[in-house]
C-alpha cells in the first residue's frame, strides 16, 4: 500500500513547471514576462536609434566640412601655377633700373606690367591668397623653407632674407617663403634645421 500512496504523490507535469517557476523566484532571477520582453526591445530599439541619428549627424557635419574645403581650396593647383606668373612679373619690375630715363613706348610697357602685377595681386586677395613676407620674424618651419644660415648680429633663428615670397590660400600653406636665417647672433631660440 505504500507503494501506491507513494505513485499517487508523484507531481504532474503543470505541477513541476508552478514548483520550478516558485524556486527562479527564490533564487533571485527574474521572471521572464512578455512585458520585460518589450522592454528590452523598446531600449534596444531606442539605443539603435539613438546610435543612427549620431551617424547621420556626423555624416552631415562631415560633408558640410568636405563641401567648405572644396569650395575654399578647390583652385589650389590653379593658384600655385599661377605664382609663377607673379613672381615673373615681380622680377621684371625689379630688373628696371630706378632712375634711368626711359622712351615713351617703354614707359608705357613698364606701366601696363605693373598694372598686371597690381591686378593679379588684387585677384589673389579675393580668393584669400595671401603673401607671407617674413623679413625680421623668427623662423617657422611651418611657412618658411631655410635655404641658408648666416652669421649676423640678429638673434638667432631671425629670418634676414627672403628669396622668394611664400603664399597662403586662406589658412593653408600654399608655397613656403624660402628665407635665409641668422645663427650665432642673440639667444632668441635654438637654431633652424635647414632641413625643414
Do not use: C, W
Not at 523598446?42 to 569650395?71: G, H, P, Q, Y
Not at 628696371?96 to 617703354?106: G, K, R, S, T, V
Request: net charge negative; charged share 35%.
Amino acid at each position: 500500500m505504500a507503494k501506491n500512496k507513494e505513485n499517487n504523490d508523484q507531481e504532474t507535469p503543470e505541477e513541476e513547471l508552478v514548483d520550478q517557476i516558485d524556486n527562479e523566484d527564490e533564487s533571485g532571477q527574474e521572471e521572464v514576462t512578455p512585458l520585460s520582453v518589450a522592454e528590452d526591445e523598446i531600449n534596444d530599439l531606442r539605443d539603435k536609434l539613438l546610435r543612427a541619428v549620431a551617424e547621420t549627424e556626423n555624416v552631415r557635419r562631415r560633408s558640410e566640412k568636405e563641401k567648405t574645403d572644396a569650395a575654399n581650396y578647390a583652385v589650389t593647383n590653379f593658384a600655385r601655377d599661377m605664382l609663377a606668373i607673379g613672381d615673373n612679373l615681380s622680377r621684371a619690375l625689379e630688373a628696371l633700373p630706378e632712375e634711368a630715363e626711359l622712351p615713351d613706348n617703354i614707359k608705357v610697357l613698364v606701366e601696363g606690367v605693373k598694372m598686371t602685377d597690381r591686378e593679379l595681386n588684387n585677384i589673389f586677395e579675393r580668393h584669400g591668397i595671401s603673401k607671407i613676407e617674413p623679413k625680421g620674424e623668427a623662423f617657422d618651419h611651418n611657412h618658411h623653407q631655410a635655404m641658408f644660415e648666416a652669421e649676423t648680429d640678429d638673434p638667432n633663428g631671425t629670418i634676414i632674407q627672403v628669396m622668394q615670397i611664400g603664399y597662403k590660400i586662406k589658412e593653408r600653406l600654399l608655397r613656403p617663403a624660402m628665407v635665409g636665417v641668422s645663427k650665432g647672433g642673440g639667444d632668441k631660440s635654438q637654431g633652424v634645421d635647414t632641413k625643414a
